[in-house]
């Protein structure tokens, strides 16, 4: 489904990829492990259309996509949940929901008022909505609450939630359990298993190394840039290196 070959990333001087190159295949949860500034996030990044490719290549379902915007990358299903949630929080929750669902309505020319009563009544989108209740019933009660008033689990579910409303094939989950108490860490990852048994293709970067390896199915280790180590999620349990750097007391 995604091909990412020897991709390159630069913030001024700065290199945040060197020559990264992996795959993600239909139905898979695919995780991403590796130290704080090790270059995982500017992958989302490159991937999702929100930084620039310095050179190599990103394929989408055998179509280059490299180059292409954020916005775009949505239409073709591919959608993101950066690390810190970035939910609207002085809009409600429904609301929030509501922008999820932008995408499929952007060449329309709504104002926010007259778009989100559009979105109301939009059968495609009410499905979106419906399956998001169904996976967070906690948001359905809170539908008119504002959403800055939620705790941080409730807000990673929203922020979840809003990608969902995307309609998207792939879902790029950047640190979701972050900030959050060991008990919602597990829904939050349950959740994950869940939503690639409801067909969705997972790419997951996450803080907890030992969580995300027992979810997914495969993994790349990135380090300075770079992948390092890769292979099934068995085998990166396996692996001494591994072991020793991310799974430090989970393993002992």
Partial sequence: MLRVEEASVAYGRVTGLREVSLVVNDGEIVTIIGANGAGKTSLLNAISGVVPLKSGSIWLDDRQVSGFSSHKMVRLGVAYVPEGRQIFGAMSVKDNLAMGAYS?????????????????????VQTNLELVFRLFPILKERGNQQAGSLSGGEQQ??????????????????????????????????????????????????????????????????????????????????DDRVRQAYLGKSVA
């Fill in 104 to 124: 499929q309505c952007a060449s329309s020319r709504l104002s926010t008022v007259g778009y989100i009563g559009w979105f109301m009544r939009r059968p495609a």
């Fill in 157 to 238: 579910m929203l922020a979840i939630g809003r990608a969902l409303m995307s309609s998207p094939r792939m879902l790029l989950l950047d640190e979701p359990s972050l900030g959050l108490a060991p008990t919602l860490v597990r829904e939050i990852l349950k959740l994950i298993v869940s939503l690639r048994d409801e067909g969705l293709t997972i790419l997951l970067v996450e803080q907890d190394a030992a969580a995300a390896l027992k979810i997914a199915d495969r993994g790349y280790v990135m380090e300075r840039g770079r992948i390092t180590v890769e292979g099934t999620a068995k085998d990166l349990w396996g």
